[in-house]
């Protein structure tokens, strides 16, 4: 779906290019100032429905998966009857294909009147009656990406239609958007009209994906206006999906990490562990990474049918609670060696998070060693640290001087999660 988006966007964008190279300019961006409503001071935590239902309408023919209120409200009970709402994920989210195909006799947005009789106030008193959260999705430009109705020319409605609804989130889409000046208009106009409606909704954007064709984005500017932005294509159901964001993330890392914060996140986008694409020690990866890059926690899958196994990870308090960091520090590659990836995350209280990733897809369990004093800025194990394995099972490691070497057995494609406390 994305490459379409892009290639349209492309298109149609052609013309700006040439004026857009103006802005390809480096910058450094400590310390920005984040959008401040106050929100997301850590990643959002949560569900979204896309990557498991996706634009599924036919409710005829698979009652139980079609986007429908009956959906959102099965998913809003088991997040509190099986601890996920216990856990931290608090945001229900729908996204694309919730909508009437027009707008109403006054101009606003509309749910499927068959699909969400009820409407969105009903679905949104009932999540909050649970004690959890809604998120909604809408477009910045025509149409969304699945041709519903977009909102551009329309900002300001529907962000009091979202408010009187009493929305929680909303991510906003960047489709059929005409040029690189509407999108980023629109972007922020959203922001403000957001904002005007006095409530307080995680504004998720997706404006840099839909910029980095053309030019390197503002993130100083992104994180005036929105909570978290979407940097590269939709993440599907497969390791080659998940590895390509790892791949372009650390390959941005110097563009993106820093402008990460309290009020303002990279995403991403969602955990797509408990479905069918990912082994085991994948779905570790993908948890552990999330959780050193500060990423929202938005899981894509189905709580009616998730294995015990994948429950646990997603609900792993120790991940958790280096995803939840109150530093807010987004963690990077620190190097990559003899087929593995180091990566590490600094948290608050001078501990450290470090993931070793195995890039080998063939073989068995292969050991890597790391001198510790290597990790941390040189700092975290000066003069000594105690290590913690959180993932794939939790061990305590022992203490371990600043000389000392680390070693571990990884799988392929599989993920060491430590935590390193001085
Ligand atoms: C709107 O923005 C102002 C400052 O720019 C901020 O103080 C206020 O809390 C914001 N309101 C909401 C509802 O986000
Ligand atoms: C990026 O945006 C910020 C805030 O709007 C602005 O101060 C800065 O000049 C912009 N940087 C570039 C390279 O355009």
């Not at 964001?245 to 996140?265: K, M």
């Not at 948290?347 to 080998?360: G, M, P």
Request: with cysteine; proline share 5%; net charge negative.
């Amino acid at each position: 779906m994305v490459t379409g988006k892009l290639m349209k966007l492309g298109q149609r964008l052609g013309c700006v290019l040439a004026l857009s190279v103006l802005a390809l300019v480096l910058w450094s961006v400590p310390g920005t100032k984040a959008l401040d409503n106050g929100l997301a001071m850590t990643p959002t935590m949560g569900w979204l429905h896309w990557e498991r239902f996706m634009c599924n309408v036919d409710c005829t023919e698979e009652p139980d998966s079609c986007i429908s209120e009956q959906l959102f409200m099965q998913m809003a009970d088991l997040m509190v009857s099986d601890g996920w709402k216990d856990a931290g994920y608090q945001y229900l989210c729908i996204d694309d294909c919730w909508m009437a195909p027009t707008r109403d006799s006054k101009g606003r947005l509309q749910a499927d009147p068959e699909r969400f009789p009820g409407g969105i106030h009903h679905l949104a008193n009932y999540v909050h009656s649970k004690g959890l959260k809604l998120g909604i999705y809408a477009d910045v430009g025509q149409k969304t990406c699945a041709g519903y109705p977009g909102s551009f020319g329309y900002y300001d409605i529907d962000a009091k239609t979202f408010a009187d609804w009493e929305v929680d989130l909303l991510k906003f889409d960047g489709c059929f958007c005409d040029s690189v000046k509407h999108l980023a208009d629109g972007y922020k106009h959203m922001s403000l009209a957001l904002n005007r409606t006095g409530r307080s909704i995680v504004y998720s954007c997706e404006w840099p994906l839909y910029l980095w064709p053309f030019h390197k984005p503002n993130y100083t500017e992104i994180r005036q206006y929105c909570n978290h932005w979407r940097n590269f294509g939709d993440i599907f159901d497969s390791w080659q999906s998940v590895k390509g964001i790892l791949d372009w993330s650390s390959s941005n890392q110097d563009t993106i990490v820093d402008v990460a914060g309290p009020g303002g996140w990279n995403d991403p986008d969602m955990l797509v562990i408990g479905n069918f694409g990912l082994s085991w020690d994948q779905q570790v990866t993908q948890m552990a990474l999330w959780a050193i890059m500060a990423a929202p926690l938005l899981m894509s899958n189905d709580l009616r049918h998730i294995s015990p196994q994948a429950k646990a990870l997603l609900q792993d308090k120790d991940v958790i609670a280096i995803n939840q960091d109150i530093l807010g520090k987004q963690g990077y590659l620190l190097r990559k060696e003899d087929k593995f990836e180091v990566w590490e995350r600094p948290l608050s209280n001078l501990a450290w998070a470090v993931a070793i990733r195995s890039l080998r897809e063939i073989g068995g369990p292969h050991s890597h060693t790391i001198s510790v004093a290597t990790l941390g800025r040189a700092a975290a194990c000066n003069p000594a640290c105690l290590i913690t394995q959180l993932l794939p099972v939790k061990k305590e490691l022992g203490l371990f001087e600043w000389t000392s070497a680390l070693k571990m057995q990884i799988n392929p494609t599989g993920t060491v999660l430590v935590r390193i406390k001085k």
